[in-house]
């Protein structure tokens, strides 16, 4: 016990601003022992005029306060393990105006340790609460010590959720959650727990849903709503007040469906009033965040414009110096965009005649020449058909010399009609089996068309096979951006890095920007199509790369800052009325 009662001291004489010394006096256990004492800092002597108020504390059994010479002190009956006894503190330069928070933070304190008598198991639980106090000492800024408490109370209890809210322009709102860092402030979630919060706030009592036995009734609404909607079984919130004013509220909920214990809520209760001032006084000292920059700002100014300090002004015209060389010096402004290399002329080479693939002798990427077989149809039902042809075109033409032997001109006639038939017919046979060979249309390189995967497939006519672009006469195709293309003019020179040759960037002349937009990753780019002024013989159709536009002069801080710009005016514009 002795430890707990040195670790409440010393959490009550830090947390309390402008303590210097702290006193807890105990009476003996025993008749004729003598009294307990403990102080703050350890092992240190305190004053007579701290001893004295804290005797006259016990003498007449309530609050001392002595104030004299800008020196407050403070004594504090208290009751401890069935033991009585007084704490006093003694704060130096204390203003009048804090000697009321001061009290009121000891009477919180010297409360929660007669709770210590309420059963072990409460004492456990209570001894908990001290190190709750502890870690949110830990943090310097709100919201860590806000989540960390949370997380941990809820760890602890046994809670799925711990919220911790505080007033704000009128309203609860709920600052930290359990086992979140970040949370979405509008979401329906937090919206309810405030509502749950207020309904404590506002009648400034402990509210718990459902009920325990025998508890007064209160309005239980936003608990009840909290509970359906969230899956929570039970649901109960305890308000923070300090100097009689509400400044929070910590809201716990569990799974378990039942009433949470009357210990918990006590528990619940003591937590909440030591952690809640604690929390308040980081919030407020994150709100003052603006004035120390202000100050920060102050004391540059006085460094730059005042005495000595060669250093910082050495280090403020140089960057001034920088500031004005990126403000005027200018450099050449270019429009980087993604290109892609393309053929100037691109053929296809269809299937001329309705049939099944027989042979492939080339594939995509394979360079060619005029007049090259690039693959076969398979031809055997069209000889079979030519020899049919043939044979019926020898007959008939014995047919016919025999009618002009026998002068049957009539027969003849008919005759010499059949031949020319036959004759026509073989004719056509003759050019579909042509057809039947897939011929290079000229020199150049195979961009599409791999038939060797579909050897015996069926093609129609006018199937493309293969796609033909010619080694030489390239044109380029750029995807430049929306807010980009007003600065792309024909005419205007480039260059072009493709992935395959990085370091021989090749010139280029923008010849055509087209009125066709493509939507990709959620923007809008638009074709620009270019030519190259100085072809080389390695470049293949379908290279990509990335281009460079010329787009005339601009200064440095125009170039890093005119996307940002140009963002930010759109936006303003949107919601100008």
């Not at 952690?275 to 407020?284: A, F, N």
């Not at 594939?363 to 077989?373: L, N, P, S």
């Not at 897939?438 to 006018?462: E, H, N, T, Y």
Request: proline fraction near 5%; glycine fraction near 10%.
């Amino acid at each position: 016990m002795e430890a707990v009662l040195e670790t409440w001291l010393a959490q009550q004489c830090e947390t309390i601003p402008g303590v210097e010394r702290g006193l807890l006096l105990l009476r003996p256990e025993e008749p004729g022992a003598p009294i307990q004492s403990m102080t703050w800092p350890a092992r240190t002597q305190v004053g007579p005029g701290l001893g004295a108020a804290a005797r006259a504390a016990v003498a007449q059994g309530g609050v001392v306060i002595e104030d004299a010479h800008g020196q407050a002190r403070i004594a504090v009956p208290l009751r401890a393990s069935g033991r009585s006894g007084v704490v006093a503190v003694e704060i130096a330069d204390c203003p009048k105006s804090e000697i009321q928070n001061a009290l009121d933070h000891l009477r919180r304190g010297v409360g929660w340790l007669g709770a210590m008598g309420r059963g072990e198991a409460d004492k456990n639980l209570l001894l908990r609460v001290i190190e709750l106090v502890q870690i949110s000492l830990e943090h310097d800024r709100f919201r860590d010590a806000a989540t960390a408490v949370a997380t941990e109370m809820a760890t602890r209890l046994g809670c799925d959720r711990v919220s911790i809210g505080f007033v704000e322009g009128g309203r609860m709102t709920v600052k930290a959650l359990s086992h979140s860092a970040s949370f979405d402030a509008r979401s329906n979630l937090i919206r309810d727990l405030g509502l749950a919060m207020e309904e404590a706030a506002d009648q400034d009592a402990t509210i718990a849903y459902p009920a325990p036995s025998g508890a007064t009734p209160r309005i239980e609404r936003a608990h009840e709503q909290l509970r359906r909607l969230y899956g929570s079984g039970s649901v109960w919130t305890v308000p923070v007040a300090r100097c009689g004013q509400m400044i929070g509220a910590f809201s716990f909920e569990r799974t378990r469906i039942e009433p949470v214990d009357p210990g918990t809520i006590r528990l619940c209760e003591d937590a909440a009033g030591l952690l809640g001032p604690i929390l308040q006084m980081k919030r407020g000292t994150d709100a003052r965040l603006l004035e120390r920059w202000r100050d920060s700002l102050r004391i540059h100014r006085e460094k730059l414009f005042g005495p000595d300090h060669p250093t910082h002004k050495l280090v403020a015209v140089g960057g001034a110096l920088l500031f004005l060389f990126l403000a005027f010096a200018k450099i050449d402004y270019r429009i980087a965009a993604e290109a892609t290399l393309e053929g100037r002329i691109q053929r296809v080479v269809v299937a001329g005649i309705e049939g099944y693939i027989a042979e492939a002798k080339v594939r995509a990427g394979d360079v060619v020449r005029r007049g090259q077989i690039l693959g076969r149809l398979d031809d055997r039902d069209l000889v079979l058909e030519h020899k049919k042809w043939t044979a019926n075109h020898e007959q008939v033409r014995r047919e016919y010399r025999e009618a002009l032997a026998g002068h049957d001109r009539t027969q003849a006639s008919i005759l010499s009609a059949k031949m020319s038939q036959a004759e026509a017919q073989l004719q056509l046979i003759a050019e579909n089996l042509e057809r039947t060979r897939l011929i290079a249309p000229f020199d150049g390189i195979v961009v599409k068309g791999d038939l060797s995967q579909m050897l015996g497939s069926p093609v129609s006519r006018g199937d493309i096979l293969f796609e033909m672009a010619p080694l030489e006469g390239y044109r380029i195709i750029l995807k430049v951006d929306e807010r980009e293309i007003a600065d792309v003019v024909t005419g205007a020179p480039g260059e072009l890095a493709l992935s395959a040759m990085p370091g021989r960037p090749l010139p280029l002349t923008v010849e055509r920007v087209t009125p066709v937009s493509v939507a990709e990753e959620g923007r809008n780019y638009f074709r620009v199509e270019a030519s190259l002024q100085g072809e080389t013989r390695a470049l293949r159709p379908g290279m990509e790369g990335v281009a460079k536009i010329h787009a005339g002069r601009r200064t440095l801080v125009w170039i890093w800052t005119h996307e940002l710009i140009d963002w930010f005016r759109l936006w303003l514009w949107s919601f100008w009325p």
